[in-house]
């Protein structure tokens, strides 16, 4: 059982940078792939980015690419999310998921364990 919570939402203005954390429980949490997921009022939930256990390989959704990187912290059980020169259009709640298998790549159901989520805002 893995449990995640999110942290670092916020309001910002347009082409600002907010950093998201993702804590989580157990001692196995290097065993898990990390994924980021939003969702925009009215819309369906959507991958953001992924990245694998070890922390080697990373996943961006081409909304996202060249803007916000993820990066984790096994040793503190935590993954993050950077995200830079944000838009109106990344205003949503963000989730981080985990879940286990060969890769970290995968669609929405193949993530096991979510966070409550975090509120993004990114005023114009």
């Known amino acids: 059982q893995v449990q995640l919570v999110e942290s670092g939402g916020g309001l910002v203005q347009a082409g600002g940078s907010l950093r998201l954390s993702c804590a989580a429980s157990g001692r196995t949490f290097s065993s898990y792939h990390m994924g980021w997921f939003r969702q925009a009022p009215g819309k369906e939930r959507e991958f953001v980015g992924a990245i694998s256990g070890g922390g080697i390989n990373t996943y961006y959704a081409d909304s996202v690419k060249g803007r916000f990187t993820i990066s984790r912290d096994n040793a503190k059980n935590r993954v993050y999310l950077q995200m830079n020169s944000l838009k109106p259009d990344d205003t949503a709640v963000y989730y981080c998921?985990?879940?286990?298998?060969?890769?970290?790549?995968?669609?929405?159901?193949?993530?096991?364990?979510w966070g409550q989520g975090t509120q993004v805002t990114v005023s114009s």
């Open positions: 998921a985990a879940k286990s298998g060969r890769t970290a790549q995968g669609t929405m159901n193949e993530y096991d364990y």
